[in-house]
Structure formats: structure tokens, C-alpha cells
């Protein structure tokens, strides 16, 4: 079977500074990213072989071909495997600013400009009850992009939806520096924003 290993983190890990600070980037790639990865394997080697021989993002696609007593294992650590490899990637010490292209044109049409789009990804990511995720997803039955917020490490795949751009607003996130400021830490988190990164994905999904 597969196994899977914790990815490189794509920059050092105070390239977040001071928006997100260097500890809180340490620990959550090398203690909590490493453990949903290292659960993952673990759920996996009690699963089938054609299981554990498709890729990780087909399986969440289609949690019914998981094996009801590792269903709920492997939507939390296979999500929160794949969540965290795409948070990496949607930040960049050199980020920030407003989507640009395809991507704006999507977010315009959807939410009616970049501001109402930030405003409500936002405040609906802010009010999210314990642990979760906001995401801005690509929805290929409408063929446009939406905003969702997913409990725990719940992937927006199970639901057919594409992630796009996504928000840990977990404790482990941002608690050493903004303790129980969630929404300052989502206010300073749009400064590395890695659009780049979103219009790839974006190009890749539609
Ligand atoms: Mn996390």
C-alpha cells in the first residue's frame, strides 16, 4: 500500500512572520500535520487492498468504498492529511493583495466582488463552532466556486467539491499568538494568501 509521508513545508517556517509566527508553523507541520499522516497509514493498513491502493483524494471523493469501521478514521486524517498539504501551498511569505484572472472573475460572479467575498468568508469562517475549516471550493456540478466551512478535518471533496483556498481555524492554528482572537488571526492570514496557488488549483478543477 501507499504510505504516505509529511510533506515538505514549501518555506521556512518564519516566512509567515509576523502574520503567523514561526512556533505556531513548527509545531503545527511537525506535531499535527506528521500526526494525521502517520494516523492515515494507520487506518489504511486495516482497510482492502483496492483501498489502499487508491490515492488518497479518489478515497475521499467516495468515503462509501471505506470500510464502515475506518470511515470516520480516514475522513479526519486522510482530510486533515490533504488540508494541511494544501494550507502549506496557499501561503506565501509573499502573498496577500487581491485575486487576480480566472480567479476574480469566479469570486465576482459568485459573491459580487473581491471585498464581499472577503467579508463573508470571513465572518462566516470566524463563527465556525470548535474546530473546522472555511473554504472558498469550485463546485463542478454549478461550474462556479462557493464558499463552505467543513467541521474537524472534514475535506470538501467528500462533498463533490473541489478546495480551492482554505482556512485552519482550529486552536492549533493561531493560539500562541492570537489565543482566543480568531478573527484577528483570519484578518492577518489574508495578508499570505497565496493566489497564485488558487488560480492553479482553479485551472486544474475546471
Ligand atoms: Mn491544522
Redesign the pocket.
Known sequence: MVKYTLPEMPYSYDALEPHIDARTMEI?HTK?HQTYTTKLNAALENCPQDVQDTDILDILGNLESVPAEQRGAINFNGGGFDN?RLFWNSMSGSGGGEAGGAVADAIAAAFGGFSQFKEKFSATTAVIQGSGWGWLVYNPASKAVEYKSMPNQTSPRTEGLVPLLGC?V?E??YYLKYQNRRPDYISSWWNVVNWDEVEGRLAAAS
Open positions: 503545527h499535527h494541511h485552519d482550529w492549533h492554528a
